[in-house]
């Protein structure tokens, strides 16, 4: 237990230190150091734009597993049916992240898909980290307990522990898919929803180890923003489509990071689809009447939509909107991150004695990642008021 606790530590200390980042160090600590360096890539508040940009390396590519540990895996855990339709898997990856690896392969038929596997002891592995890093949480609590109030590290543990085991799972992602699927289908009305798809899944040939999708030709958003292809327009489109799940339905993927979308005009694709946060259809609309009133730069009435969707009041109103009032003195929105901006409203307002429903950190989350890429591909754009257009696509009729 120790021994392991040291080692998380040593994460956090990397994590927080002025050194640059070493990734492949953070990859040999574990799953769940990963797992917990990729919540801290969309903290930019916490870390920096800089450092954030270069954990965000671990949504993408680790170390791949060498050929022999996937096929492998793939006899133990593939079904049958698996054998008689695979004519080919190619033995080099697409991808390899924390969890597992992804190679492209060719049914009887002709079709192309991909297959995903786990990695060997993930699951083993993670859940003796797991019980260290919550022993090293429940000691930072005993002599610090305002750490409970200021960043709720038990919360933040369960969540991730909870993420990750659905992933563990790939019987997951399928549903996952279906109810995604489902929710755009109820959505006849808008066009733009219409154009968003997602692979096809064999779920005959996959098991809990083994998932068979269709293999999607398109870019990622996380290429797309590397080679300057991917347009604020298409971030627009993205925003309004995620916006959908996110404020109107509170059904959404719950890690749709840039790795996890697929595009191609105005045509998107998600992925990695096992996931799906819910949250109260209430918060989020009144979230995006706070980021609407944010938008029109009325941050007298974004301060009152706030403090509506806590659970408790402030302890001292008149300290709290005045508090509010100096954060926001001088922001303009699209000219400040509103991953900071966010982070630093919600660290105000827990202060001041509120408190948030659960399920509030994954809608503020995926804004982030809305947040991050808007910063890269247009910096200088105004991103709330160009989305205020599209809010009467996201308000229930």
């Given at each position: 237990m120790m021994i392991r606790a040291l080692k998380f530590i040593s994460l956090f200390r990397l994590l927080f230190s002025k050194r640059e980042i070493e990734v492949d160090k953070i990859e040999r600590m574990g799953l769940l150091a990963v797992k917990i360096a990729q919540m801290y890539a969309v903290r930019s508040d916490l870390l920096g734009t800089e450092r954030c940009l270069q954990l965000q390396a671990l949504y993408e590519q680790t170390r791949p597993l060498p050929w022999s540990t996937v096929e492998q895996l793939l006899r133990e855990g593939a079904p049958e049916l698996f054998w008689e339709q695979v004519s080919e898997v190619s033995e080099q990856p697409l991808a390899a992240a924390s969890l597992g690896q992804v190679h492209a392969a060719t049914?009887?038929?002709?079709?192309?898909?991909v297959?995903?596997?786990?990695?060997?002891?993930?699951?083993e592995d993670?859940?003796?980290?797991?019980?260290?890093?919550?022993?090293?949480?429940?000691?930072?609590?005993?002599?610090?307990?305002?750490?409970?109030?200021?960043?709720?590290?038990?919360?933040?543990i369960e969540t991730i522990a909870r993420l990750t085991r659905t992933e563990?799972?790939?019987?997951?992602?399928?549903?996952?898919?279906?109810?995604?699927?489902?929710?755009?289908?109820?959505?006849?009305?808008?066009a733009h929803l219409q154009r968003l798809a997602f692979p096809k899944v064999y779920d005959d040939l996959s098991s809990s180890q083994v998932f068979v999708s269709?293999?999607?030709?398109?870019?990622?958003?996380?290429?797309?923003?590397?080679?300057?292809?991917?347009?604020y327009e298409q971030l627009l489109n993205l925003f309004r489509t995620q916006g959908y799940f996110l404020f109107l339905r509170g059904e959404f993927h719950g890690d749709l990071h840039p790795g996890n979308i697929f595009y191609q005009g105005d045509q998107l694709w998600f992925i990695d689809n096992a996931n799906i946060e819910v949250a109260d259809a209430g918060f989020t609309q009144g979230?995006?009447?706070?980021?609407?009133?944010?938008?029109?730069?009325?941050?007298?009435?974004?301060?009152?939509?706030?403090?509506?969707?806590?659970?408790?009041?402030?302890?001292?109103?008149?300290?709290?909107?005045?508090?509010?009032?100096?954060?926001?003195?001088?922001?303009?929105?699209?000219?400040?991150?509103?991953?900071?901006?966010?982070?630093?409203?919600?660290k105000l307002c827990v202060h001041s004695g509120m408190e948030f429903p659960e399920g509030a950190f994954p809608v503020i989350k995926s804004l982030m990642y809305l947040d991050g890429m808007a910063l890269?591909?247009?910096?200088?754009?105004?991103?709330l008021e160009d989305v205020l257009k599209y809010t009467g696509d996201l308000i229930p009729e």
């Open positions: 049914l009887a038929n002709g079709e192309q898909v297959v995903k596997v786990i990695k060997p002891r993930a699951q993670f859940e003796k980290d797991l019980g260290a890093v919550r022993w090293l949480a429940r000691c930072a609590l005993t002599f610090y307990p305002k750490l409970k109030r200021l960043a709720d590290p038990m919360g933040t563990l799972d790939l019987r997951n992602e399928a549903e996952g898919t279906q109810r995604l699927k489902a929710l755009r289908d109820q959505a006849h009305h808008l269709e293999r999607v030709t398109v870019q990622s958003v996380s290429e797309g923003l590397k080679n300057g292809a991917f347009q979230l995006l009447l706070f980021l609407g009133e944010l938008g029109k730069q009325d941050y007298i009435s974004a301060a009152t939509v706030m403090q509506s969707l806590a659970l408790t009041p402030p302890r001292n109103e008149a300290h709290y909107r005045e508090s509010f009032a100096k954060l926001y003195s001088g922001f303009e929105s699209g000219k400040s991150s509103l991953t900071y901006q966010m982070m630093e409203t919600v890269r591909c247009a910096p200088g754009a105004n991103l």
